[in-house]
């Protein structure tokens, strides 16, 4: 037997993993399969999706409704009072036996009801931004969650195919060895690292399914429902200045103008607070009839509320009314604080990813992928021993894993700036195809 014929296994191994390095979008035989048969999952579909069937988007929505209802409630008049009776005065001649009836209105003191309103209409626009709130914060964690989906679907990808090199690795190692050109402790070590395989693949299932599940919960679907695979992210270039995100920010946050809303909310309030010194009014008309002379004759009376104890009901309620204004203004601060920190937060996290990504696709990825090709010639030929073959592909493994990792956390952060300053950035952004 020759020296060539016993290598040339070792050989059609390394051809075919010379092969499956220089096609890295390609499937190798014994890659996982089962995701080309799943349906693809359309983000825009998604979102619509949620839009109409989130309880939460829908309760935000009829807390919003209710308080629209109120408004014209509080600015009505109180119910009138019907009054009907029968009175008999035989003390006083002459005598007075017959029916009475008619009615009494309250009258708040003029401006009291347009007060009212005015709190109430506050209300309703502070709920109505927080309903938008609610919509984009939905939004965005559904983009981070299906972003998060995408990359453990391209994990698996890399996994499994970086798995049936690690096979022929193993077949490779084991026809060396065979010829006592290697040791058996690289058999043992290519099959070590074939497990790890399944223990990761293992993990990254786990995740998927919890991720499926999570989707389908924020779009009120059965959580064990089936669900597809996410289609290829593609990554954006934030052209956005932090400026103009602040801006933004401050101009669209519903967040924010929820509680601007409740500031105006509370300076209402207060005025109704001081308006509460003024007294209400009650007027009350009967019509009385005596049957004892066959006669007619009729009542009218005004009350005033007076508010005589001023020192423990209304004064009070204006300290209560001008805490509440306090706090609403040291809120609106609060939220304006957090706002632009998310907003910086996600601009750094944005910028970070847009310039790893560039340095891993154009220049680890392809320098990991001639080093694995190095590699793997080397080890053929005796030169390399089995341990630096195998750091190279986990090395070029890690670089491609991470890859899709910064390429997932821009997106994800340019949700989160989504959120914050109000709704899409779409027009802002200049698309980049991922790289690979």
Known sequence: MKPTDVLHPV???????????????????????????????????LIQELEEASPEIKAARHRWEAAKAVVPQVQTLPDPRLQLGYQRMPMVPPVVEGATYGFGQEIPFPGKLTLKGEVAQREADRLEQEYLATRLRLIAVLKQN????????????????????????????KARYSVGQAAQQDVFRAQV????????????????????????????RPPDG????????????????LPELNRRADEFSPALL???????????????????YYPDFDVTALGIRNDKINDNGYQVMVGIKIPLFYDTKQKQGVREALAGLESAREDF??????????????????????????ILRDAIIPQATLSLQAAQAGYTVGKVDFLTLLNSLLTLQDSQLELHGEMVSHEKALARLEAVTGGPLDGLLQERKRGS
Do not use: C, W
């Not at 399969?33 to 349906?39: A, D, S, T």
């Not at 929820?258 to 509460?276: D, G, H, P």
């Not at 939220?335 to 560039?358: C, S």
């Open 333 to 358: 601060t609060a939220m304006r604080q957090d706002l632009l920190f998310q907003v910086k937060d996600a601009f750094v996290q944005a910028q970070r990813a847009e310039r790893l990504i560039t």
């Open 11 to 45: 050989r059609a191994a390394s051809v075919l993993l010379l092969f499956a390095v220089l096609l890295p979008h390609g499937r190798v035989q014994g890659s996982d399969e089962h995701g080309m048969n799943e349906p693809r999952l359309n983000l825009p579909g």
């Open 258 to 276: 929820a509680t601007a809303k409740s500031v105006n909310r509370s300076e209402q309030a207060v005025s109704l607070a001081q308006r509460q």
């Open 146 to 173: 299906y972003f998060d989906l995408h990359f453990v679907h391209k994990s698996i990808e890399v996994v499994e195919k970086n798995k049936a090199l690690l096979i022929q690795f193993e077949k490779t190692a």
């Open 226 to 241: 089936p669900l597809g695979t996410p289609e290829d992210v593609h990554a954006t270039i934030l052209t956005i200045p």
């Open 193 to 220: 690292e074939s497990s790890r395989v399944l223990d990761r693949l293992a993990v990254l299932d786990q995740q998927k399914e919890s991720l499926h599940a999570a989707i389908n919960r924020l779009v009120n």
